[in-house]
Structure formats: C-alpha cells, structure tokens
T-cell receptor
Framework: KQEVTQIPAALSVPEGENLVLNCSFTDSAIYNLQWFRQDPGKGLTSLLLIQSSQREQTSGRLNASLDKSSGRSTLYIAASQPGDSATYLCAVSHGSGNTGKLIFGQGTTLQVKP | NAGVMQNPRHLVRRRGQEARLRCSPVKGHSHVYWYRQLPEEGLKFMVYLQKENIIDESGMPKERFSAEFPKEGPSILRIQQVVRGDSAAYFC???????????FGPGTRLTVL
C-alpha cells in the first residue's frame, strides 16, 4: 500500500531564507508526483508536476526534484517571502491500476515571518 | 478559460438530509476525481469518473455515497442521510487524460448539524 510522508509537519523561517520541504513515498511504482499549495480554507493550487521519468522541475523560485528509486522528492523554495506562507502538499499518482488517483501526504505548514 | 468550478462553496445540512455537491471540470477535461479532507486529516481519494462511467470508486464509503458524471452537465457527488462524520471539505479535480496533472476546484465545505 502506497504511503506518503512529509517532513517536517510545520516550519517557520525568516523572510529571505532558502528552504527545503521533504516528501517520501513507500512504493516507487509511480507515474508522477505533484506538489500543491493550500491556503487556509481554500482549494489546492498545483505548483509543479514531475513525471516519473524526470529528475526535476522548476518554476520561478520553486524547484522540485524526484528520486524515484529512493522514494523521495524535495521542494526547494528560494528567497522565501511572507506570501509563501501556506500548507504544501505532496501527492503521488500511484502506478497500480493506472487510474491516476493521487495519494497525498499530510502536508508541511510553512510560515515565513517578515 | 475557467478552472474547475464547484458549488455550493459552503453547504449546511441537518442529520438525515441529503447533500448534493457539484463539480464542473475544466473545459475539455473528461476525467474527474473527488477527494475528501476531514478536519485535521489529509486529502483522501474517493472516486474517479469519466463521462458516464465510474472507473475507480475504491475510496468511496460503501453506503450513502454515490457519484456520477453524465454526458451533459457537471459531476455530482451525492451523500444521502448525512451524519456528523460527513462534515468535511470535498474537492473535485479534473484532468484531460488519465495520469496527468490534476487541477483542483475550490472545494465544498459541508457542515452537518
């Protein structure tokens, strides 16, 4: 059974700091991995999608890496800003059955202090 | 160029009533997923539908819950005889093909009194 774990559960950093969020999954048979952002009481915003054949994806100040064999992904946020404060969710599209359903981690709640 | 739309955004029901949650996918997307986020818990997959077909309902409770995605109109998640434990945020996502990037709606927050 696929399980996704995110560490740390919460993180507080001063503005301007670079930071790394971690995601691990137990079954390497995935099709892709997606990072999302969720603001309190809001929906999910897709940040980056990494296909299983890819090693990383970049969008602006965000960089996500994927090491499928070791079951790990990291989300790197450069020069953090208070507006980055949110919960970050990692989700894998599990390979079994090929339905594309996402299995989510519990999230990392980030607070960036001005 | 609208994204995924869900309505209502907030829904209050008394125990025993029915709840109907609607999801209109991104235009051109024929794959719809429903997820539930219980208070203080992560998002859990419920059901995956294509037009007029339920493909995977492995995450749906066996009783009281049903979903459809008709040829015309939005996808509907229906909860009959709601109980307090059904209180949660229900999110819909769509994608153009299977195993692709999923785009999420704003969610429907269901409160059962």
């Amino acid at each position: 059974k696929q399980e996704v774990t995110q560490i740390p559960a919460a993180l507080s950093v001063p503005e301007g700091e670079n930071l790394v969020l971690n995601c691990s999954f137990t079954d390497s048979a995935i099709y892709n991995l997606q990072w999302f952002r969720q603001d309190p009481g809001k929906g999910l915003t897709s940040l980056l999608l990494i296909q299983s054949s890819q090693r990383e994806q970049t969008s602006g100040r965000l960089n996500a890496s994927l090491d499928k064999s070791s079951g790990r992904s990291t989300l790197y946020i450069a020069a953090s800003q208070p507006g980055d404060s949110a919960t970050y969710l990692c989700a894998v599209s599990h390979g079994s059955g090929n339905t594309g359903k996402l299995i989510f981690g519990q999230g990392t709640t980030l607070q960036v202090k001005p | 160029n609208a994204g995924v739309m869900q309505n209502p955004r907030h829904l209050v029901r008394r125990r025993g009533q029915e709840a109907r949650l609607r999801c209109s996918p991104v235009k051109g997307h024929s794959h719809v997923y429903w997820y539930r986020q219980l208070p203080e818990e992560g998002l859990k997959f419920m059901v995956y539908l294509q037009k007029e077909n339920i493909i995977d309902e492995s995450g749906m409770p066996k009783e009281r819950f049903s979903a459809e995605f008709p040829k015309e109109g939005p996808s509907i998640l229906r909860i009959q005889q709601v109980v307090r434990g059904d209180s949660a945020a229900y999110f819909c996502a769509s994608s153009p093909i299977t195993v692709n990037e999923q785009f999420f709606g704003p969610g429907t927050r269901l409160t059962v009194l």
